[in-house]
C-alpha cells in the first residue's frame, strides 16, 4: 500500500476517459420538437428520392409525420411513398419490437403496427440535416458546461494550495483555466463525444483518500470530510455498472456477440438487458468495498469519472424539457475501452471498465468481441487481419505472438494490434469540436443518375447543393466567427468506383460558389470522359465541401485581424479593373481565363520570356508577376491574388495573357507591428520588400478587400 493506505496502482494506462453517445439521437430530436411522439414506438425515414419530391421544412411536423397509426388511412395512403424510405434511426420501443436501422418502411410496419414514421427535413431536393446538428451542439454545450463546471471544482492551481483554497477560489471562478488543455473534449460524430477528465478525476481522488483517511481516525461515523466520497457514492453508484462483475443475463451475453452492422443497426438483445434493475449485486458490492483499504488508486480515479459523467448525463436530463434527451455513458482508461462501455447498457446507462481488474473485465466483455467491433479494426484491414492471423475474436488476437505481427505488419502495426488486443490505447482525446470542412452532398442512384451532357439538371444540382452549403457557411461564420477558403468538388461517374476530387481558392462572397463548384465540375466530368474514352457519362454521385478555415476574430494575432481594421469605405471597391466594360465574361469563363493566365505566366518564366499590360508599366508587371509576394499570393488562400481576363469577341484569346489588375498591398501604418513580428522570416522578409517596392496608394483592395468583403 501506499502513503494514504491505498493499493498500488500496478500497471495501467492512468488516465480517465469517458464517451458520451446520445441515445436513438434523431429520434430524440424529433421527440423535441413534436411531443404526441413521446412513449411510442418512432422511426425517421430517410429522404425518399422516389416518394413525392416534395420540400418538407423542420417545423412543418405533421407534414413530415409520413405514418401515423392513429391517422385515417386516407391521410396514410396519400404518403405511402415517403413512408417507404430507408429507417436511418429507431427509437428503443421499435427495437424492441424487432424494427431495424435500413428496414423499409413498410417493412418496420409489419414487424411494429404501432409504429410512427418521421421523415427528415427535406430541403434543396434532399435531406437537411439542420434540426439535428442544432440540437447536438446545443446538447454537447450543455455537456461540457457542466463536466468543466465540476472539474473547476478538483483542480489545483499550485502544488502548495490547500483543498480549501483551491475549491473556493475554483467555485468563485477567481482562476482562469485553459478548458481544452485541462479537458480535452473530442466531437467523434453528430451524436458522440469523448472527453478525457483524468486531472480532476486524480485531484477528487486524492481529496477522498485525504478525507477517508481523517474520518477513519474520527469516532464520528459522520465526519464533515467524508462528504465528498458520500456525494460520490449517491451520484454514481445507483446508475453505474462495473463491467466484468455483473450476473450476465442471456440477453447480455447475445448482445455481446453482435458484429458491428448488427450493432449499428440496433438489437432487441440491447433493449431488453437494459430494462433489467438498473445495478446489479455484483456492481453494488463493487461499490461498497472499504475505503481506502480495498481500493486502488486506479480503481478510485475511475470512480470520480464515473461520478463526472453521472453528473453531466443528469444535467443534459434536467436541461431540456421533459427529460427528452438522455446519454449513455462509458468510462475506462482508454477510448477504445470508453466507446465499448458506453455500448453495454443502453439507454440512458453508463458502464465503468477497469482493464486490470482482477474479475476479468477484458475476458469477459472484450476478448470476446469480434475484430471488426474495435476501434480501427473495421472493414478491410479487419479483414486482412483475420486472414493473415486466423484470428476472429479479439480473444484470439492475444494469442499471436509479436514477432508474428511484425512480419505480417510491420513494426508500427504490429505494435497497435499487440496493445489493442490487450485494452491497451494510446490514442489521446483530441480536442476538437468544429469540424474541419464543411460539406453537401447527393448521391443519384438508377434512373436519377445525371447524363454528363446534361449541363442544366448538373448546374440545377450544383446551385442546390450551394445553396445549402452557403446557409450552413453563413451559420458557422456567425457561430464560429471563421470563413472557409478552399472549396473542393468530387465527383462520381458510373465508369469508376472512386470518386475524382478538386479544390481551388474559395470565392469572396457565398453567391460565387455555385459558379466555381460548377467549373470544377465540369472539369472533371472533361477528364473523366477523356479516362473513358466516351463522350457520355452517368453521373452517380456530387460533392462539394469547404475547408481549410481560418479564424476572423484572432485579434492582433492574426494577418486577417489586422487587414480588417482598414477603411469600411473600401469594402465595395471593385478588386478587378475590366479593359472593355463592353465584354461580359461569364464567372465561370473568367476563373477560366484566370487559370489559363496563370498556366501561361508560368510557361512564359520558363521560357525566360516577359510579359506587359497595356495602360501599365513594365516594372510593376515585372514585379507582380515575379516577386516572392506574388508567388505567395498565387499560392495561399487566405492571401490571394485576385486576377481576371477578359475575352474579345466572345472567344478567348490564345495570345500571350494580359495581366488586367491586381491588388494593392496594404501600407506600413495599417499594419500591425505585432502581426508582422508573428510571422515567419521569409514571408515578412517578403513582404516588407514588396510593400518597400510599390507606391502608396488611397485604395488597398487585395488582403484587407478580401477579408472585408466577406463580413
Known amino acids: ?23 436513438a439521437f434523431y429520434v430524440t430530436c424529433e421527440r423535441e420538437i413534436n411531443e404526441s411522439l413521446r412513449g411510442v414506438p418512432v422511426a425517421v425515414s430517410q429522404y425518399n428520392p422516389y416518394g413525392t419530391l416534395e420540400d418538407k421544412l423542420i417545423h412543418e411536423v405533421d407534414k413530415r409525420l409520413v405514418y401515423c397509426p392513429g391517422r385515417s388511412q386516407e391521410k396514410n395512403d396519400r404518403q405511402s411513398c415517403d413512408a417507404n424510405g430507408s429507417m436511418i434511426a429507431v427509437s428503443y420501443e421499435a427495437r424492441a419490437a424487432g424494427v431495424k436501422r435500413n428496414d423499409r418502411g413498410f417493412d418496420a410496419i409489419r414487424k411494429c403496427p404501432n409504429l410512427h414514421i418521421v421523415q427528415v427535413p427535406v430541403k434543396h431536393g434532399k435531406a437537411d440535416l439542420t434540426l439535428y446538428r442544432n440540437a447536438s451542439r446545443r446538447v454537447m454545450n450543455v455537456l461540457a458546461a457542466e463536466i468543466q463546471q465540476e472539474a473547476n471544482q478538483y483542480i489545483m492551481t499550485t502544488s502548495d494550495t490547500t483543498t480549501t483554497t483551491a475549491t473556493t477560489a475554483n467555485k468563485n471562478s477567481s482562476i482562469k483555466h485553459e478548458n481544452d488543455e485541462v479537458l480535452p473534449l473530442e466531437v467523434a460524430s453528430i451524436d458522440e463525444v469523448y472527453v478525457d477528465v483524468t486531472i480532476p478525476a486524480r485531484e477528487m481522488a486524492r481529496r477522498i483518500m485525504q478525507q477517508s483517511s481523517a474520518g477513519s481516525t474520527s469516532s464520528s461515523n459522520h465526519h464533515p470530510q467524508s462528504v465528498l466520497w458520500t456525494e ?116 440512458n446507462r453508463q458502464t465503468l471498465i477497469h482493464r486490470m481488474d482482477h474479475n476479468g473485465a477484458l475476458e469477459t466483455l472484450f476478448h470476446p468481441l469480434p475484430l471488426g467491433r474495435i476501434r480501427g479494426l473495421g472493414g478491410k484491414f479487419g479483414e486482412e487481419v483475420a486472414t493473415k492471423t486466423g484470428a476472429k475474436t479479439v480473444g484470439q488476437l492475444t494469442s499471436v505472438s509479436l514477432p508474428l505481427l511484425v512480419s505480417s505488419f510491420g513494426e508500427k502495426t504490429a505494435h497497435f494490434l499487440y496493445d489493442i488486443a490487450r485494452g491497451i490505447c494510446r490514442e489521446e482525446v483530441t480536442p476538437r469540436t468544429m469540424p474541419k470542412s464543411i460539406a453537401c452532398g447527393k448521391t443519384f442512384r438508377g434512373k436519377l443518375s445525371i447524363d454528363s451532357s446534361d449541363t442544366d439538371t448538373l448546374r440545377k444540382w450544383t446551385g442546390e447543393l450551394c445553396s445549402e452549403l452557403m446557409e450552413r457557411l453563413s451559420a458557422d461564420r456567425e457561430q464560429n466567427k471563421r470563413i472557409a477558403t478552399t472549396i473542393a468538388v468530387s465527383v462520381q461517374t458510373s465508369h469508376q468506383t472512386n470518386c475524382n476530387s478538386k479544390q481551388t481558392r474559395a470565392p469572396k462572397q457565398l453567391n460565387g460558389y455555385s459558379d466555381a463548384a460548377f467549373h470544377l465540375i465540369l472539369g472533371l466530368v472533361e477528364a473523366a470522359k477523356l479516362r473513358a474514352q466516351t463522350d457520355h457519362l452517368l453521373i452517380m454521385g456530387l460533392t462539394i465541401s469547404a475547408t481549410q478555415f481560418v479564424d476572423m476574430t484572432a485579434g492582433s494575432s492574426t494577418i486577417m485581424a489586422a487587414f480588417e481594421r482598414s477603411s469600411k469605405a473600401d469594402r465595395n471597391e471593385c478588386d478587378t479593373v475590366v479593359i472593355n466594360p463592353k465584354i461580359h465574361a461569364s464567372k465561370v469563363e473568367k476563373r477560366y481565363a484566370m487559370d489559363k493566365w496563370l498556366c501561361e505566366t508560368k510557361r512564359t518564366k520558363e521560357s525566360g520570356q516577359s510579359f506587359s499590360s497595356s495602360g501599365s508599366s513594365s516594372k510593376v508587371n515585372k514585379q507582380t508577376a515575379s516577386s516572392p509576394v506574388a508567388k505567395k499570393r498565387k499560392q495561399s488562400a487566405t492571401m490571394g491574388l485576385f486576377l481576371t481576363q477578359t475575352r474579345e469577341n466572345d472567344t478567348v484569346s490564345q495570345s500571350s495573357p494580359k495581366l488586367i489588375s491586381a491588388v494593392s498591398l496594404p501600407t506600413l501604418d495599417q499594419i500591425d507591428p505585432d502581426v508582422l513580428k508573428e510571422l515567419p522570416d521569409d514571408l515578412r522578409e517578403s513582404l516588407m520588400k514588396d510593400i518597400n517596392s510599390q507606391k502608396r496608394t488611397k485604395k488597398a483592395a487585395g488582403i484587407q478587400h478580401f477579408f472585408n468583403s466577406v463580413n
Open 1 to 23: 500500500m501506499d502513503g494514504n493506505g491505498m493499493k498500488d496502482r500496478g500497471e495501467d494506462d492512468e488516465r480517465v476517459v469517458i464517451h458520451f453517445d446520445l441515445d
Open 232 to 347: 460520490l457514492l449517491e451520484a454514481a453508484s445507483a446508475c453505474t455498472t462495473i463491467g466484468g462483475v455483473e450476473s450476465r443475463s442471456d440477453a447480455s451475453l447475445a448482445a455481446n456477440a453482435l458484429n458491428k452492422d448488427e450493432l449499428r443497426r440496433g438489437s432487441r438483445l440491447q433493449v431488453l438487458d437494459s430494462s433489467a434493475e438498473n445495478v446489479d449485486q455484483g456492481s453494488r458490492s463493487w461499490w461498497q468495498r472499504n475505503i481506502p483499504s480495498d481500493w486502488t488508486e486506479t480503481e478510485l480515479c475511475l470512480a470520480c469519472g464515473a461520478y463526472l459523467a453521472a453528473k453531466a448525463r443528469s444535467r443534459v436530463f434536467r436541461e431540456f424539457s421533459g427529460g427528452v434527451f438522455t446519454l449513455s455513458a462509458g468510462v475506462s482508461s482508454n477510448k477504445t475501452l470508453a466507446k465499448l462501455a458506453s455500448g453495454l447498457k443502453k439507454p
